[in-house]
């Protein structure tokens, strides 16, 4: 199979700030979405974007002023000024014996094949993966639940591998899951998963509590980037920072380097301050192949969206060079 083709000249991008030597650089106008852009919302984070039509559009999650756990879709024409449309995606059921979802957070969203696939934490009596898909981000559609709850952090890769659709997750429990490693199911059909294997489990300092992949992983020569979120438990809580590792482009199960330190941990007012503090978490990139460029798009203390920028060269040697598999 040809690798994938990342050409995205028109990705947001600002250069990093002059005496900054970190591998990631935060926007300088995050964030980019605040809580309160459409009427109803209490927040909008962890959400998901992608190119569309030579602009962008995405799958917002947006907690209501119920505090209800929602995904709205949205348009963009530079993916940093957005438009949410005000009310949640309502989904085309073909299937009427998919049980209700009582709940949808933390979307990712893939180009892959013919279509743009959704991933979210779907409510099915406990968190687990929910799946659909749309041609247009105006009629989604409602496939099966992936996997048996408790589980959460459900990303879909871009491609198959070896013949299979690839999917990463997290088990967890039904509470705030104070634990929880990185594996693979694989599916002939997107709706029959099984093959499961196991990627990798929580390490020290940042990353010591649970993991959980972040944005749909990305195909470089050197394997996949995988961005992942790591949670270390403080005397406060839970701290969100994110890292990433590279993994085997034919078994992708199998860790090639993973970073020590993290690339990005809650420092800014709006990662430290908000519904939870100490977040930030990964739902998407893009990345223009020819410049080299990568956008990502994570969720600052569980209440706005905020955009961080890195070099892919860059971040492939840090998580080489700082690496413990
Ligand atoms: C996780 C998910 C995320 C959230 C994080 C921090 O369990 O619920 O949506 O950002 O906790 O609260």
């Given at each position: 199979?040809?690798?994938?083709?990342?050409?995205?000249?028109?990705?947001?991008?600002?250069?990093r700030p002059a005496?900054?030597?970190?591998?990631?650089?935060?926007?300088?106008?995050?964030?980019?979405?605040?809580?309160?852009?459409?009427?109803?919302?209490?927040?909008?984070?962890?959400?998901?974007?992608?190119?569309y039509?030579?602009?962008?559009?995405?799958?917002?999650?947006?907690?209501?002023?119920?505090?209800?756990?929602?995904?709205?879709?949205?348009?963009?024409?530079?993916?940093?000024?957005?438009?949410?449309?005000?009310?949640?995606?309502?989904?085309?059921?073909?299937?009427?014996?998919?049980?209700p979802?009582?709940?949808?957070?933390?979307?990712?969203?893939?180009?892959?094949e013919?279509?743009?696939?959704?991933?979210?934490?779907?409510g099915?009596?406990?968190?687990?993966?929910?799946?659909?898909?749309?041609?247009?981000?105006?009629?989604?559609h409602?496939?099966?639940?992936?996997?048996?709850?408790?589980?959460?952090?459900?990303?879909?890769?871009?491609?198959?591998?070896?013949?299979?659709?690839?999917?990463?997750?997290?088990?967890?429990?039904?509470?705030?899951?104070?634990?929880g490693?990185?594996?693979?199911?694989?599916?002939?059909?997107?709706?029959?998963?099984?093959?499961?294997?196991?990627?990798?489990?929580?390490?020290?300092?940042?990353?010591?509590?649970?993991v959980?992949?972040?944005?749909?992983?990305?195909?470089?020569?050197e394997?996949?980037?995988?961005?992942?979120?790591?949670?270390?438990?403080?005397?406060?809580g839970?701290?969100y920072?994110?890292?990433?590792?590279?993994?085997?482009?034919?078994?992708?199960?199998?860790?090639?380097?993973?970073?020590?330190?993290?690339?990005?941990?809650?420092?800014?007012?709006?990662?430290?301050?908000?519904?939870v503090p100490?977040?930030?978490?990964?739902?998407?990139?893009?990345?223009?192949?020819?410049?080299?460029?990568?956008?990502?798009?994570?969720?600052?203390?569980?209440?706005?969206?905020?955009?961080?920028?890195?070099?892919?060269?860059?971040?492939?040697?840090?998580?080489?060079?700082?690496?413990?598999v």
């Open positions: 199979m040809p690798p994938i083709e990342y050409n995205l000249p028109n990705i947001p991008w600002e250069d005496g900054n030597s970190d591998v990631l650089w935060r926007f300088s106008a995050n964030p980019i979405i605040p809580r309160n852009l459409i009427p109803t919302s209490n927040s909008i984070f962890n959400s998901a974007v992608v190119p039509n030579g602009a962008f559009a995405g799958v917002f999650r947006c907690d209501n002023r119920a505090r209800e756990m929602n995904v709205h879709a949205g348009r963009s024409a530079d993916g940093v000024n957005w438009e949410l449309d005000p009310a949640p995606i309502e989904w085309i059921y073909s299937n009427p014996d998919i049980p979802s009582e709940y949808k957070y933390d979307p990712r969203v893939v180009w892959l013919d279509r743009y696939y959704v991933i979210w934490c779907n099915m009596h406990g968190p687990t993966i929910g799946m659909g898909y749309t041609y247009d981000f105006k009629d989604f409602f496939l099966e639940n992936a996997l048996l709850p408790y589980n959460r952090n459900g990303v879909l890769f871009p491609r198959k591998v070896n013949g299979k659709y690839m999917m990463f997750s997290r088990p967890s429990d039904n509470g705030h899951t104070p634990f490693d990185i594996f693979i199911s694989q599916s002939p059909d997107l709706v029959h998963w099984g093959e499961h294997r196991w990627v990798m489990k929580p390490k020290g300092g940042w990353q010591s509590t649970k959980g992949a972040g944005p749909i992983p990305i195909e470089t020569t394997g996949w980037l995988m961005i992942y979120h790591g949670v270390l438990t403080s005397c406060n839970f701290v920072s994110f890292g990433a590792a590279l993994l085997d482009l034919d078994k992708p199960w199998k860790v090639i380097a993973r970073t020590v330190p993290y690339m990005l941990s809650p420092q800014t007012y709006y990662e430290c301050v908000g519904d100490n977040v930030a978490f990964p739902c998407a990139a893009l990345y223009d192949q020819p410049s080299g460029r990568l956008a990502i798009y994570y969720g600052g203390a569980d209440t706005v969206t905020a955009l961080a920028f890195g070099k892919m060269d860059e971040i492939l040697a840090f998580v080489k060079a700082n690496s413990e």
